[in-house]
């Protein structure tokens, strides 16, 4: 099946942001100009997470949202501090598409059925941070990678799907800013228990990390930050690669 | 003939990105949020996103649907996307059995699981597909007129609405080896199931062919 290509782009206070490992941040640039970039480059969708929106409370990305509505014309999800009905309201009126909830939905799961329910699964996206705690168990964590929750990710994802969400992103904390490439047997371990599409984020250095993780993980798209934000690749380049591999992926 | 289109606003989230599309495309927005609104509509847009009973009962709420039959009986422009094109058909098998406003006789039914060879099928169904336009002679001009054969478009769905008579469909996505409906048309009225506005610059043109019919 086809596979996505998703840039991530993480937010601090109106600035782009990239971490390693979820600490160390480190400011990048005017997301704006970024996402137009890589809309232009062919970005098949785009994935916005507010880094800092615990400390707020709520997700504070409206204004970001609308602006790039204004010239980025691919699908966009919205992710941190989204905690309520009303939140997801407010943020897909500002222009997004799909929302992505972690720490409420650890808190809360029903919130995961009454926003399915209240604006359909497909806008449901699970956000799940997951650190291995042994060769084949994972551990979910909220707020940035910072608190532990105690929950197994792959019992959690299945939990989150049964309630109605319609897509997981599945982040690897061990992973993350390595350029090591994806944790593919936690992956492999969500996507065998799930029919959901499942984003892979965490990781990605090579286009071949991306060909292993969708043959062996069985993953239907992949959000990138770090390779792009630094300029390591660009989204057209990984795109004729991955294509040269055998991949499915949409041609530009 | 004037470029001016209403958005029907029933409740059903992200009206921007359509709205904006629309106006890169020269046309003039409003939204139709009363009945009066859409009887004054020159062409009309049906977004949407959710479940089909919600978002029908919204538009029972809002006095819309009714009115909606009205407005086609005149032959005007009308473009259901996505659960604005499910809303469309006679009726729909989401959570449960729901009456459409029966513009296009035909069903919403679930998209399939498994592939035809048999392999597991993920749902929704995420992502970009090429449409593959079936011929339709009767259609003449159609919201594809000059939109380049091979063109992928963003679908993100589970349901999908299956015409009662085949000349009413109008272009197909392939998933697994099976058809999902893409569009249908039957006279002014018609129907998207991907989202123009965010399929780049081809759904771009899409919205333009639409303005222009």
Known sequence: ????LIPRLDIKSNNLIKGVHLEGLRVIGDPRVYARQYYANGAD??????AVASLYGRNTLHDLIRDTAKNVFVPMTVAGGIRSVEDVREVLYAG???IGINTAAIKRPLLIKEVALKFGSQCMVLSIEAKRTSSKSWEAYTDSGRERTGKDVVEWAQTGVELGAGEILLTSIDQEGTRKGFDIELVRAVTSVVDVPVISSGGMGTVEHLLQVVKYGQTDGVAIADLLHYDRMTL?????LALMGGLELRKI | MSRSVSIIDYGSNNLYSISHALEVNGANVKFARTPEEIRQ???LVI???GAFPEGKQNLVDNGMFDELLAYAEKERPLLGICLGMQLLATRSFEFGNTTGLNLIPGQVEIIPDKAVDGARL????IGWAKIYLIQNTSCGSTIFTGVPIGSEFYMIHSFHVVPENKIHLLAVAKYGGHNLTAAIQSGYVM???FHPEKSGECGIQVLNQFLNL
């Open chain 1, 1 to 4: 099946m086809q596979t996505r």
């Open chain 1, 45 to 50: 969708e785009i994935l916005y997470v507010d």
């Open chain 1, 96 to 98: 997004a598409d799909k």
């Open chain 1, 236 to 240: 057209k380049e990984i795109r004729e």
């Open chain 2, 41 to 43: 509509a020159d062409r």
């Open chain 2, 47 to 49: 977004p949407g996103v």
């Open chain 2, 122 to 125: 993920k749902r929704p169904h």
């Open chain 2, 191 to 193: 129907g998207c199931q």
